[in-house]
């Protein structure tokens, strides 16, 4: 090598360390200001309390299933509650005619019923391993699919099995939809006990104090059962806790705590924009008659 290139190049060299130098300090900077980069989703899934009381929200993964996403249906329209339904959507493409129609159906149902249709993938992917682009379209596919169906944006989205890495926030941030995690498990997709999940989900809440996402599954016999037990149990807890003047646990609705994150003002766009397409169905439904 030539010496003056190789003078040159140590020069360079320095001058390249010293970079390495100040971009590792601002680092360990940046690193030392912020909190430590979180190794889950973050918790309580869906925020502080809003009441300063104990809140919880109910969700149900997997579905929709026929028997048991309508008795959990019956159930919550019993007790006045709205959930949020993160549901597979292979249930619409795939199955036979006669399984989609009855899973439309059942979606139609959740959403006349004043829940929330949400994306929890395609196929209940591990979305952590395997080519990035599966993974996106686990994502983004199932959204098309489940906005097709149900008419709506489906912003919201849950990875199975509440799969964590980068690579998924990420995607999650490209696709401009929201991960909502949860707070409270009591796994009965693999046991499918309805006693013990009964008896997991009330000992949480005896404990409860801010807010808590409930993970359940409308596809589980377990859940379609213990669920009418936990929400007995919450009316007579809050019935002994009115009158002891202690904090009540309250229920957000799924639509509650959408319009806490998309916003008073999108709303009103989107009941305006609804208002518009009901005004020219009656026009046209007028015209129509003789
Ligand atoms: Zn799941």
Known sequence: ??????????????????????????????????????????????????SGGPEVLFTFDDGPATKTTAQILDTLAAHDISAIFFMVAWRFDKGGEGAIAKHRAML??????????????????????????????????????????????????????????????????????????????????????????????????KKLTGRAVILM???KSATAKALPKILDWMATENAARAKAGKPTIKVVGATQWARELVGEDVIAEAHALADDALEALAAGLASALP
């Open 1 to 50: 090598m030539h010496p003056a290139t190789s003078v040159l190049d140590r020069s360079k060299v320095r001058r390249s360390r010293s970079h390495v130098v100040v971009a590792t300090l601002a680092v360990a900077l940046a690193a030392a200001a912020r909190p430590a980069p979180a190794a889950n989703w973050e918790t309580p899934a869906a925020g502080p309390s809003t």
């Open 108 to 205: 139609r149902r959740v959403l006349d019923e004043g829940h929330v249709v949400a994306n929890h993938t395609m196929t209940h992917a591990q979305l952590c391993k395997g080519k990035p682009e599966v993974a996106e379209h686990e994502i983004v596919h199932a959204r098309v699919v489940l906005e097709r169906e149900a008419g709506l944006p489906v912003p919201w989205f849950r990875a199975p099995y509440g799969a964590y890495c980068n690579r998924l926030v990420q995607q999650v941030e490209d696709a401009g939809i929201r991960h909502v995690y949860w707070d409270i498990d009591p796994q009965e997709w693999k046991n499918n006990n309805a006693k013990a999940t009964e008896k997991y989900v009330i000992g949480k809440l």
């Open 217 to 219: 599954h409308d596809t």
